[in-house]
């Protein structure tokens, strides 16, 4: 069955955000029924498919799949100081920086430090601070997508045994105490 102009920009405005209520409110949908509206098309599986199929357009076109994901990861879990800072800690300048370490910067601050007061005051320093990516989230990120299982907890669940026999070994153990 062909998807309806709506449909199709349901899909569309769906790309932005993945979020299929809001997606169907910008695609011209009833904003009191959205909700509802969203989880229809989204269990219509022309749909799905026409989302799907969109996606992978779009990592064609943008070259960002999960390859490029987990490299850029790894670039920034594999960032050393020594790339930045010189032995007497005073900052590399810009153009020597790696790129890994230009593109991953999540702030630069300068500020400025006089003594004095008024037009008696002289420039006396700079203070820099360096924001860059929190290493333990890219390392969360890293471990989820490669499905190390490093940040979650295991319970090992034995349902081998019936609940009588459950109960006979748990029987067991408070006569042996």
Request: no cysteine; net charge positive.
């Amino acid at each position: 069955m062909a998807l309806t102009a709506k449909q199709q920009r349901f899909i569309v405005e769906y790309l932005i955000d993945l979020n299929a209520t809001q997606a169907a409110i910008r695609a011209g949908y009833a904003v009191k029924g959205a909700k509802d509206q969203a989880y229809q098309l989204m269990q219509r599986p022309e749909v799905v498919a026409a989302i799907k199929e969109a996606m992978e357009a779009r990592n064609q076109r943008t070259k960002v799949d999960a390859d490029y994901v987990l490299n850029r990861l790894t670039e920034i879990d594999q960032m050393d100081l020594l790339d930045i800072l010189d032995d007497d800690m005073s900052i590399k300048p810009l153009s020597k920086w790696p790129k890994v370490w230009r593109q991953s910067l999540s702030g630069f601050d300068i500020a400025e430090m006089f003594e004095g007061v008024g037009k008696e005051r002289d420039l006396v320093g700079l203070m820099k601070k360096i924001k860059w990516p929190d290493k333990v989230k890219n390392l969360e990120l890293l471990g989820k997508h490669v499905n190390v299982n490093a940040f979650r907890e295991q319970v090992a669940v034995d349902v081998t045994l019936s609940l009588s026999q459950r109960m006979a070994k748990a029987r067991e153990r408070t006569r042996s105490d």
